[in-house]
């Protein structure tokens, strides 16, 4: 299959999902830190280790898309890997709300279309997954480029060995071939037929096609996302002070549907090109994924944290901090956060995301909130609250500052535990050293600022009869928050 | 069986036990806060209810006894009851370590000879028990009280429904008779036996004898229990300014055996009176005896808390407010508590007190110690805690006041968020309202006091190299505890 020398030398750039909801590892993924943001098998997580693994592939630029609330979490997942970005171009796309993979990509393929031509090549790449080989997958990846030269979608197969229903299905061909048919989440006896007759792949969730392909795949298969998307990207605004920036136009994206881009476009599609991937691939779809990856003791038991066992066999616990102790039980899967705590069956995996559909609908924060929020300048915890008082622990990094703020109804109480901290309390200026506290009353303009090279711990003590978190006039703030 | 005018007047002492480690509902029942303090099936724990069951009965006084850690929990306990408890005369025994209900039961069997004589009937009540119907009660232990008059050993029994191995098992005969045979904890067969037999009963844990003939049986089947016992009482001194509050010699109590009333002594005791106990009598032992007692949902699912479900059946959940999502998952015990957590199968309800075990052994505090402490004048929580900061809430009672003191490590913050406080801070005294707060710096002395009537509550933040609970000098303390 030859390629034009035009089409050899279209851009190429890799699109990274990093949004979603990740319900089925709820409760340590949740909306407002979802999967991408984990740290599994290694130190980084998955959006550095997918990042860095498309920054190899010498791009023209690296889009990633991801939830408005995530934008300032995945600044501080990318200044970690900097050093080892060597200039790559980042973009952000900001989806206002979640609505799985198929607006994502069509959003990207209308970004990277305005911003490299319409002949770039998108490589969407999805961040929960772990790949191995890199040079295979290099390799894996000019083959597919080899493909979409010929005006195809490009898709990523790999064996299927197992009958699992939470993935795509496409015909196994020789590299570059059309695949034969793309079946999204087959029911189990399907899934079974297919894993017998030995010739269907899992779909990887990488694909790779230009940014035109995929347009006209949206015009002809999803109209309405197509428009919609348009819409939101003509309406959205790049984020003051951050170029590379782009947030889509809310009301344009909440008319969106929910839906991945298996089912919108590739299911319907004709004429993808089936590319065999033949490196190391693992998806991080469900707590019995994530067991897999980790070690054993002699009766099977897997623990990250703190776990006393009697009588118990082959479960897999992961806490955070708190003791747990199983007794008589097999099979389960026993994840403890500072909020919520999971208890399920190993064979339930899958149903996993249904507890944190059911807690949306009930508004329940812990459903998709966690009790350590990331801000641009750090993060808070809340560690005690009721009705008279709340505490949190401050986390502010080496360099930023909270905006200059007032509350109307609370006071607060800060002791520096760790650091030193410059503060504005009222119309004072000053230091506070570890042991020092201040209180600023309510109605008073406050700033915390930490000028040092370390972080700056303050617990913070709110009193007052009205404790929510939309009790703030914010001055000035230096990340742009001071109109919403 | 007559008895003398004599014995119809000896003098009637119920002896509650309210110690133990109540293991088996770990982590909600500790040593620091076992079983009786539990508050099941009523606004009453349940030490509360058998002091009041007990007083109902006309006693000439009431015998607690407990582990010396609870000693403040029971004054509390008692004030709350105080206006029903019209006038009875309490004591309280302190065992310096938990050693089960033989060393219990004898300690307060010497311990009634002397303060009422030798002829004194100890009724002995385990606390960890509901039981309804009290005129069927005092009937009962009326029939009971005729038996001891033989100079015998009476012992209650109920109709054994299921072959529990957890329980003693005696003879069932005509009230009053000799109890043909007492077997403590059979193993399941033999428990099967006796059920199919339809000839035994369970002992329920309550017996009635004399002083003179308990101290005469533990002569005869337990000397060592006796001998140590006599001389920790011997040793033992009346708590300073409670003379109704015995503490026995730590040293002597320390060679006692860990061993129950039933295996040192009923076990082996011949002429053991049996009495059939015909009211409504449920042991709270385990988790499973627990969960009888709560309303299900349809899918069989207990709750006390927040939990979610998803295909799950017949669990019983009780957590202290993080949410509880389970899926997939059947027959589970999940019981969650601020700092250690619970996943059992119901069916090994009666290995959860081996958790605390290995606990106790690899010295984790979640073991024994609740985040929540007791204190005389109010309580104190841990909310968090890292090697450079931990942070407290205290609640002092009205009236209360902790000791002067002072900290030769840490420096502590305090702001009020509840009522007002009198504080001592170095040479100076002054108040703290809501909002306020000050500041101890390290080898300061300080004093918290509440002269108000309602509670204080105080978050404390404390700072320094050391944090540990040692590092305490009391100056002053208005409950006697300046010497240990």
Redesign the interface.
């Known amino acids: 299959m030859g390629a034009t020398l035009a089409q050899r030398f279209r851009p190429l750039v890799p699109v990274i999902l990093a949004g979603g909801r990740g319900e089925r590892l ?2 340590v993924s949740r909306e407002s830190r979802p999967k991408p943001f984990l740290r599994i098998a290694g130190e980084r997580s998955l959006l550095q280790q997918t990042v860095l693994r498309a920054a190899a592939l010498m791009p023209d630029a690296i889009v990633i898309a991801t939830h408005e609330e995530c934008c300032f979490q995945v600044f501080e997942e990318l200044e970690e890997i900097a050093p080892q970005l060597d200039g790559a171009f980042l973009h952000i796309l900001l989806e206002p709300e979640t609505r799985d993979t198929a607006p994502a990509v069509c959003a990207a393929a209308l970004y990277v279309a305005r911003s490299f031509g319409k002949q770039a090549e998108l490589l969407v790449l999805p961040s929960d997954q772990l790949i191995d080989e890199q040079a295979k997958f290099a390799a894996c990846i000019a083959r597919a480029r080899e493909a979409a030269a010929a005006e195809r979608i490009a898709v990523l197969g790999t064996p299927a060995s197992t009958p699992q229903t939470g993935f795509g299905y496409i015909a196994r061909e020789s590299d570059g071939r059309d695949a034969g048919s793309f079946v999204e989440k087959p029911d189990r006896r399907l899934a079974e037929h297919f894993v017998a007759s030995g010739r269907y792949d899992w779909h990887t969730g990488i694909c790779l096609a230009t940014a035109e392909v995929l347009e006209a795949a949206f015009a002809q298969h999803a109209p309405d996302i197509l428009a919609a998307t348009r819409s939101a990207l003509i309406r959205g605004r790049r984020l003051a002070g951050h170029a590379q920036v782009f947030r889509m136009d809310r009301e344009a994206w909440a008319a969106l549907p929910e839906i991945s881009l298996d089912y919108a476009l590739l299911e319907k599609a004709t004429g993808l090109a089936a590319v065999r991937a033949d490196f190391a691939w693992q998806d991080i779809g469900t707590w019995t994924s994530l067991s897999a990856l980790a070690a054993a003791d002699s009766a099977g038991n897997q623990v990250e944290g703190k776990a ?1 066992f ?2 118990a066999r082959n479960n897999y616990v992961q ?1 955070d901090g ?8 097999q099979n ?1 899967v ?1 994840v ?1 956060t ?8 190993q ?2 995996a899958a ?2 995301g ?2 944190a559909e ?2 949306r609908r ?1 508004r ?1 924060e ?1 459903g998709f909130q966690h009790r350590t929020v990331h801000r641009p300048w750090g993060t808070f915890t809340v ?2 609250e009721d009705e ?2 709340k ?1 949190k ?1 401050l986390r502010v990094k080496p360099g930023a500052a909270l905006s200059l703020q007032l509350h109307r109804h609370r ?1 607060e ?1 800060w ?1 520096v ?2 650091g030193e901290a410059e503060v504005i309390n009222g119309d004072a200026t000053f230091r506070l050293k ?2 020092q ?1 201040t ?1 600023i ?1 309510p109605g008073c303009r406050h700033r915390i600022a930490n000028p040092g090279t370390r972080d700056v ?1 303050i ?1 913070e ?1 709110q ?2 009869d009205y404790l929510g978190e939309d009790d703030i006039v914010r001055l000035e703030d230096r990340y742009g928050r001071t109109q919403h």
Chains 1, 2 share one sequence.
């Not at 500072?338 to 069956?345: C, F, K, M």
């Open positions: 709820w409760p006393v009697v009588n806490s708190r003791l747990v102790a199983a007794v008589g039980v389960l026993i403890d500072p909020d919520a705590l999971l208890v399920g069956s064979d339930a149903d996993v249904r507890i059911q807690l009930r329940e812990a560690l005690c008279h008082c505490i622990r006071g109480h002791v535990v760790e570890r042991h506290s209180y009353p711990v617990i003590t009193t007052g």
